[in-house]
């Protein structure tokens, strides 16, 4: 007879956790750009334990796993600062960015040998990159940094595939501020790329373009398909018969559709759901070819995403039925559609998909280290209404520890996450981040405020012109509604966030009195420092969240944390990489001496090498717990384990 032991009674946050941070780095990659060659599958692994490397790797057919880059080599571009579309293969040649000198190297898997470089020295970067080995080409985003305190230039440029491409590429696009998504035909003589220009992000308004290339690289017969200043085009793709397929959000959701090769523009699956995403990066893909007539396609639905299989003729959308939540990486490989997928209970992995029987074989896992379910919170969908009239809506992750209990009648401190970009979403995929505290005690909410992605181009644009209101209103409006219906302790609220994120708790905390606690990760304390001191992609982000600079300046001034530290009456802390090209690291510095000279308790933490996020393990699990030993210090409870405290200045 087996007995099993009662939980242990332990005040929320002080519960001990399998979930450590050693567990969040040491077994953990993170998993990305994904991409078929034939039978071959190559992916990207950032590896925290390897000083945050990205490694780009090779399965074969037998299911063998080789790394296809050597250290010291890290693949990723600094095109835009954010990257993507870091590498790209054909029939075994790989080509490929290098983060630390952004030049191109060449790999030939079946040749063998070490990268070689294949772009000289110099100050231009590379993304977006497409092979074409039947003209001996590379064509591909460059962003040119050549002229010294101006504004780099973007454009798309042809390579030879075996340099040395002194001259850094020969434009064949240029004329707007930024271009992207450069696509050739199966053939190699049509091109079709996206191009927008300042003040509009390409979720705003962007441009899709195509025309007849010739060996080469000029331009003929260039025309126009779609798009504009108040139209968002995504991903195109040209279908078999020089029609062109892309995402369009002019019904006000990003839908699919179809250009004839005549330019007459048809919608494919008219539906109050997006199938496109904000194109932060380059190289992102949500549907993809799949037999004559057939596409692929992800689409998310009240921030849960679904998978299946488009009838281009009869406009026929059919689910697969998937134990997964989310998709990215849609490519097809011959017969097979691969794919990332995760779901709240299975971590992000590399999935084949046999579409005719729907049979999932799971090719890498970011993680085999998953905690038992004992230990695991699922997210709970939830909507509330706001200050403007909106709902918002977000994930509610309650605490779970098979282990422990709460005292009757005590309610978990809630840590409210604002995600980055603004214009991002939640991620309801496992997330150890988010188990390690959930595990521990704390209730989360992660929050799709105004401006997210996923509830169609009318929801991101509460946004406009409202950046730290709706967004702190949306995260406040939530914290208050899990205090109404007694789930968390409202004396004891937390918000945190990265980036943009961290600009709404910092905003949150200064011009609202609900949270406690803050903790903002590389966020933006100063707008007007932001609007002027930022890289060319965010320059003129601000024009659309906040107003034109410096006419509006005083809008900076009034919704600039910086400036109004007298109206800020809690606890923070500040983390900080110190080679973070996005916000610059003296705001962080800035805002922590303020915060300090009014004498209210803040730490500030500084990480040499880690830039815009946090990519080395030491940094990773450094962070975290410096986190959670601050709000222990704060809320006065012990932790279960000892961790190195974080000191804090102005704390007995």
């Known amino acids: 007879m087996t007995t099993t032991k009662p939980p242990t009674v332990a005040p929320y946050g002080a519960w001990r956790s399998p979930i450590t941070t050693e567990l969040l780095t040491g077994a953990t990659v993170g998993l990305g750009g994904l991409i078929a060659d034939g039978e071959d599958v190559y992916w990207l692994e950032s590896r925290a334990s390897d000083g945050g490397r990205s490694v780009l790797v090779r399965r074969t057919p037998d299911g063998e796993r080789r790394d296809v880059t050597p250290a010291p080599f890290n693949v990723r571009s600094r095109v835009h600062e954010y990257g993507g579309g870091a590498y790209a293969v054909a029939s075994g040649l790989v080509i490929f960015s290098y983060f630390a000198d952004n030049r191109l190297y060449r790999v030939d898997i079946h040749a063998g040998g070490e990268p070689e470089p294949i772009t000289p020295d110099g100050a231009w970067r590379y993304a977006d990159l497409q092979i074409d080995r039947a003209h001996n080409r590379l064509i591909c985003v460059r962003e040119d940094h050549t002229v010294a305190d101006a504004e780099p230039v973007n454009t798309i440029v042809q390579l030879s595939l075996h340099g040395p491409n002194d001259d850094g590429g020969r434009i064949i696009v240029s004329g707007t501020d930024f271009v992207a998504s450069p696509t050739l035909s199966a053939t190699g003589d049509r091109l079709a790329w996206l191009a927008w220009s300042h003040p509009n992000m390409p979720w705003d308004g962007c441009e899709l373009w195509s025309a007849d290339l010739t060996d080469t690289g000029d331009l003929d017969a260039v025309r126009h398909i779609a798009g504009g200043a108040d139209e ?14 892309f ?40 549907y993809d070819q799949i037999g004559a007539g057939w596409l692929v396609c992800a689409w998310t639905r009240d921030g849960v995403w679904h998978l299946g299989a488009l009838h281009v003729a009869s406009r026929r959308l059919t689910p697969f039925d998937l134990p997964f939540t989310e998709f990215e990486d849609i490519r097809v490989a011959g017969a097979a559609v691969l794919m990332l997928a995760g779901s709240p209970t299975e971590p992000w992995q590399v999935v084949s998909l046999n579409p005719n029987d729907g049979s999932v074989q799971t090719l890498r896992r970011s993680s085999d280290e998953v905690p038992e379910r004992g230990y695991l919170t699922a997210p709970k969908p939830i909507s509330w209404p706001t200050p403007d009239g909106a709902l918002a809506h977000g994930f509610f992750y309650p605490p779970a520890n098979q282990n422990y209990t709460a005292p009757d009648g005590e309610r978990p401190p809630l840590i409210v996450e604002s995600h980055g970009g603004p214009t991002g979403a939640t991620s309801t995929v496992l997330s150890l981040d988010v188990q390690f505290w959930t595990s521990r005690g704390f209730a989360v909410l992660d929050v799709n405020y105004g401006g997210s992605t996923g509830y169609g181009r009318a929801y991101r644009e509460r946004l406009n012109g409202q950046w730290g209101i709706v967004d702190v209103d949306d995260c406040v409006s939530g914290a208050e509604h899990l205090v109404a219906q007694d789930l968390v302790d409202g004396r004891r609220l937390i918000i945190r966030g990265g980036s943009a994120g961290g600009y709404t708790t910092l905003a949150a905390l200064t011009f609202r009195d609900t949270f406690a606690v803050g903790a903002s990760h590389y966020g933006i304390g100063d707008l007007e420092a932001l609007a002027v001191e930022t890289h060319k992609f965010e320059s003129r982000y601000l024009d659309g ?90 809320f006065g409870f012990d932790l279960a384990d000892p961790i190195q405290p974080v000191p804090i200045t102005n704390m007995p």
């Not at 990003?254 to 190289?283: K, T």
């Open 232 to 245: 968002s085009v995504f991903q195109p793709r040209w279908a078999d018969d020089a029609g062109l397929f």
């Open 545 to 634: 969240l906040v107003g034109p600079y410096p006419a509006q300046r005083a809008t900076y001034v009034e919704r600039s944390p910086i400036h109004h530290v007298e109206r800020l009456s809690c606890s923070l802390i500040l983390l900080q990489g110190l080679e973070d090209k996005v916000v610059p690291p003296n705001q962080a510095a800035t805002m922590a001496e303020a915060v300090a000279a009014k004498g209210l308790p803040v730490a500030h933490l500084t990480f040499e090498g880690e830039g815009h996020g946090f990519r080395r393990a030491d940094s990773i699990r450094r962070a975290l717990d410096a986190e959670l030993s601050f709000y222990s210090r704060i």
């Open 247 to 286: 995402v369009s959000d002019r019904s006000g959701w990003w839908n699919l559709y179809r250009a004839d090769p005549s330019g007459a523009v048809e919608p494919l699956c008219a539906m109050e759901a997006e199938f496109g995403l904000p194109q932060w990066v380059f190289g992102m893909s949500t």
